[in-house]
C-alpha cells in the first residue's frame, strides 16, 4: 500500500491539487477551475471527486490517503481550520479543513497561501535546508512567509505576516490596503507596471511609449524588458522597485535574521535583472556594524510550489503528532458538509472550555 | 531552605544585581559600579563577592542559590553564553555564563539586555500575561525585545532584535549605525534632544531656545518640558518622534502582530504626552483592512526590570529542564575563571560535534 498524502492549493481563479507519497514524489496533479461563485461546498466537492478520479488513475483510491494540506488566502483561524474571510475567494467563516476532511474521511490541516508555498520553497525548492527564510512573493500585491527555527511564523491570532504592508515611505503612494507608502505600493508587479505608465502618461521619454500606444498598457513583463533593451526610464522605475524590496529586505533583517531571501511570483521571471538591482542597493543601506551575509535568490518550484507545501505541512503535522492517521470514517452528505463541520468545530471548542488557564 | 533566583543586569556604567525567591520576591539588591577597565574577571569577582554579602545578610549563603541570570549588552552566543562583542563593556568573546557559574557553582543562563528587560515586564509589569508583546526601550538607542507565543524572539545566530535600525526615512538622516533614516536616528531620547537643537540652533522660534543659551545643550527631558508648557516647536519635535514611533509600532504589527506594544526607557517618563500622539499617528497611518486592536502603555517596573527579568529566565530555564539544578561545585580561582570557562566551552562544543545532521 502506498501511503499518499494530498495537497490542495486554493486560488480566485483555479484550484492546483496534487498527490505526492511520503517522500514527496508526485503521483499526479491536475488544476481546476475555482468557480467560487457555486460556493465552499462546491469547492470542497470538485476537490474532492477531482482528487478521487486522480487517485483511481494511479490504481489508488481515497483510503490510501493518510493526510492532506489545504492552502487558501485570507484571514483565518489556523487552529481551528476555519477561513474567517478571504474575499475572492467568497469565503466568510467557512470550516474549510473539517469540510474537507469530513468527504475524505482523512485528516488534514489549513494554512495560509503564502506561508504553503513558502514551506513548499523551505522543504524542496530554493530555501532547501535553510531554517532562517523569507519567502517574498511579487504579484499584485506582495505577500510573504518566513521560516524561523524551522518553523513557519505567524502573526497575531494566526494572521499571516504581512510585509508587504511595511510603511517605507511614509505619507507616499497610496496602497489598497488604506496605508500610505506600503512597500507594495512601489514594488509588486502592478505598482511597478503602473508607475511606468503613470511615468510614459506624464511625458516621460522610453521606448515603453510605444507599447504603451498599442495595447493602452504597460505590464510589469515590459518594463524589465525594456530594462533588457537598455531602455533609460524602465531602468529608473525597475530600480524604485529593486530599491524598495532592498530596504524591505533590510528592514527584515533587523526584526527577523533570515538566512536566505526567496522570491516568488510572476515578476521574479525577471531574474538577475530583479535580483542584481536588489542585492546592489542592499548593499548600499545596510549597516555598517556587522558583516551581514543574508543571500537573495529566486524560487525553483514554480506554481507547484504551493501544493508541495501544502503536502509536505500535511506530512510533517503527521509527524509531529498535530494530526493523527485515521481509516475511512462514513463519509457525509455534501450538502451538509458545512453544517456538520461547524458542529464537530463548536464540540471542539466547547470541549477546550474546562481547560481555561487558573495560572 | 530557601531557594534563591539571581539576576544580573550588566551596563557600561553599573551593575544591578538582585537576588530572588522561587516566586519572584526580592530578597535584596544593589547597584555596583561596572568598572568595565577591570575587564571581565574584575567583573565577575565582584558580582560574585557582592551576591555572597548580600545573601550572608539575609542569613543565606551561595549554596541557597538555584540558578542565575546575566544580561549583557553586546552581540552574543546564547546557546554558548558567550558574549562576542560588547562595546561599552568591553568583552569580546568572553564566556561570560560559565566564568560566573564558575565562580558561584551554580548554573544560569545568558541573555541580551533589551531580552532581560522586555522579560521582567512580561512576567511582572506592563506585559503580564501577554504572550506577544513587544518592548521598545527609547534612551540613547532604540532597543526592543519581541515576545511570540510566550517565547523570546532572537535574531539569526541568537543576535537581539534591532527594530532601532528599521528604515522609515529611505536617505534620511545619519544613524550611528551607518544606515540613513533609521528610526533610532529620529525618535530615540538622543535624536529628539538633536533635532531640537538643530531647529533652535538654526533659529526656529521656541522657549527651549533660552533653555539652550543658558546651558549649552537641550535634552529630551527638555523637549518634553516644554511641550507641557504649551511650546510649539518643542511639540513639533515631539510629534515627529510619535509618528516615527508609531510608523515603527504598524511595520512591527505586519510582521510580528504583537498584542501590546509596552515603551520603556528615560523618555518613557514622559508619559501621556509620548504615549498619546502615537496613538493617534498609529491610528491615522494604520490599514482599513481589518481593525488592530494593539494596546500601548508604558513600562511598569522602572531600573528593576533586568534582575527581574534575569532572575526570571533562571527560573524558566530551570523549568523547561534547559538548565539542572546541581550541587555546589569546586570553585575556580578568579584568575582561571576566563581559561577554564573557555576550555570547558570547547569541550562542550567538541562533545556536540558528532551530532551533525546526517539528514
Given at each position: 500500500m502506498r501511503e499518499v498524502f494530498v495537497g490542495v492549493d486554493l486560488g480566485g481563479t483555479n484550484i492546483k491539487l496534487g498527490c505526492f507519497d511520503g517522500e514527496l514524489n508526485l503521483l499526479s496533479k491536475r488544476t481546476i477551475p475555482s468557480?467560487?461563485?457555486?460556493?465552499p461546498e462546491s469547492i470542497i466537492e470538485r476537490i474532492g471527486q477531482n482528487i478521487e478520479k486522480m487517485l483511481s488513475e494511479s490504481g489508488l483510491s481515497t483510503k490510501d490517503i493518510c493526510a492532506f494540506g489545504i492552502g487558501s488566502p485570507g484571514v483565518m483561524d489556523i487552529e481551528a481550520g476555519?477561513?474567517?474571510?478571504a474575499g475572492n475567494m467568497r469565503f466568510e467563516n467557512v470550516p474549510l479543513r473539517q469540510m474537507l476532511s469530513d468527504y475524505l474521511g482523512k485528516p488534514g490541516v489549513l494554512e495560509n497561501d503564502a506561508n504553503v508555498t513558502c514551506w513548499g520553497e523551505h522543504v524542496l525548492g530554493a530555501g532547501k535546508g535553510v531554517d532562517e527564510m523569507i519567502l517574498i512573493t511579487l504579484g499584485t500585491g506582495i505577500g510573504s512567509g518566513i521560516i524561523k527555527n524551522g518553523k513557519l511564523v505567524h502573526g497575531f491570532n494566526n494572521n499571516g505576516v504581512e510585509v508587504g504592508h511595511i510603511i517605507l515611505y511614509p505619507d507616499g503612494r497610496m496602497c489598497s490596503c488604506g496605508?500610505?507608502?506600503?512597500v507594495e505600493a512601489y514594488a509588486s508587479a502592478s505598482a511597478t507596471a503602473a508607475r511606468a505608465k503613470e511615468a510614459v502618461k506624464s511625458g516621460a521619454i522610453s521606448s515603453l511609449k510605444k507599447v504603451f500606444e498599442e495595447t493602452g498598457d504597460i505590464t510589469c513583463k515590459d518594463v524589465y524588458k525594456h530594462v533588457a533593451q537598455g531602455d533609460e526610464l524602465a531602468k529608473e522605475i525597475s530600480d524604485e522597485t529593486a530599491k524598495a524590496l532592498a530596504l524591505l529586505c533590510v528592514n527584515l533583517l533587523h526584526v527577523i535574521g533570515p538566512k536566505r531571501i526567496v522570491f516568488y511570483g510572476g515578476m521574479n521571471k525577471a531574474g538577475q535583472l530583479l535580483l542584481e538591482p536588489i542585492k546592489k542597493f542592499f548593499n548600499e543601506h545596510i549597516w555598517r556594524l556587522k558583516k551581514e551575509d543574508v543571500e537573495f535568490c529566486s524560487a525553483t518550484l514554480g506554481a507547484d510550489a504551493g501544493i508541495i507545501g501544502t503536502a509536505a505541512l500535511a506530512i510533517h503535522a503527521l509527524k509531529e503528532g498535530k494530526i493523527k492517521r485515521q481509516r475511512d470514517v462514513s463519509r457525509i452528505p455534501i450538502a451538509e458538509l458545512k453544517k456538520a463541520a461547524r458542529a464537530a468545530l463548536e464540540e471542539r471548542t466547547k470541549a477546550a472550555q474546562p481547560s481555561t488557564e487558573t495560572d
Amino acid at each position: 500500500m502506498r501511503e499518499v498524502f494530498v495537497g490542495v492549493d486554493l486560488g480566485g481563479t483555479n484550484i492546483k491539487l496534487g498527490c505526492f507519497d511520503g517522500e514527496l514524489n508526485l503521483l499526479s496533479k491536475r488544476t481546476i477551475p475555482s468557480r467560487v461563485e457555486l460556493g465552499p461546498e462546491s469547492i470542497i466537492e470538485r476537490i474532492g471527486q477531482n482528487i478521487e478520479k486522480m487517485l483511481s488513475e494511479s490504481g489508488l483510491s481515497t483510503k490510501d490517503i493518510c493526510a492532506f494540506g489545504i492552502g487558501s488566502p485570507g484571514v483565518m483561524d489556523i487552529e481551528a481550520g476555519v477561513v474567517i474571510a478571504a474575499g475572492n475567494m467568497r469565503f466568510e467563516n467557512v470550516p474549510l479543513r473539517q469540510m474537507l476532511s469530513d468527504y475524505l474521511g482523512k485528516p488534514g490541516v489549513l494554512e495560509n497561501d503564502a506561508n504553503v508555498t513558502c514551506w513548499g520553497e523551505h522543504v524542496l525548492g530554493a530555501g532547501k535546508g535553510v531554517d532562517e527564510m523569507i519567502l517574498i512573493t511579487l504579484g499584485t500585491g506582495i505577500g510573504s512567509g518566513i521560516i524561523k527555527n524551522g518553523k513557519l511564523v505567524h502573526g497575531f491570532n494566526n494572521n499571516g505576516v504581512e510585509v508587504g504592508h511595511i510603511i517605507l515611505y511614509p505619507d507616499g503612494r497610496m496602497c489598497s490596503c488604506g496605508q500610505r507608502g506600503c512597500v507594495e505600493a512601489y514594488a509588486s508587479a502592478s505598482a511597478t507596471a503602473a508607475r511606468a505608465k503613470e511615468a510614459v502618461k506624464s511625458g516621460a521619454i522610453s521606448s515603453l511609449k510605444k507599447v504603451f500606444e498599442e495595447t493602452g498598457d504597460i505590464t510589469c513583463k515590459d518594463v524589465y524588458k525594456h530594462v533588457a533593451q537598455g531602455d533609460e526610464l524602465a531602468k529608473e522605475i525597475s530600480d524604485e522597485t529593486a530599491k524598495a524590496l532592498a530596504l524591505l529586505c533590510v528592514n527584515l533583517l533587523h526584526v527577523i535574521g533570515p538566512k536566505r531571501i526567496v522570491f516568488y511570483g510572476g515578476m521574479n521571471k525577471a531574474g538577475q535583472l530583479l535580483l542584481e538591482p536588489i542585492k546592489k542597493f542592499f548593499n548600499e543601506h545596510i549597516w555598517r556594524l556587522k558583516k551581514e551575509d543574508v543571500e537573495f535568490c529566486s524560487a525553483t518550484l514554480g506554481a507547484d510550489a504551493g501544493i508541495i507545501g501544502t503536502a509536505a505541512l500535511a506530512i510533517h503535522a503527521l509527524k509531529e503528532g498535530k494530526i493523527k492517521r485515521q481509516r475511512d470514517v462514513s463519509r457525509i452528505p455534501i450538502a451538509e458538509l458545512k453544517k456538520a463541520a461547524r458542529a464537530a468545530l463548536e464540540e471542539r471548542t466547547k470541549a477546550a472550555q474546562p481547560s481555561t488557564e487558573t495560572d
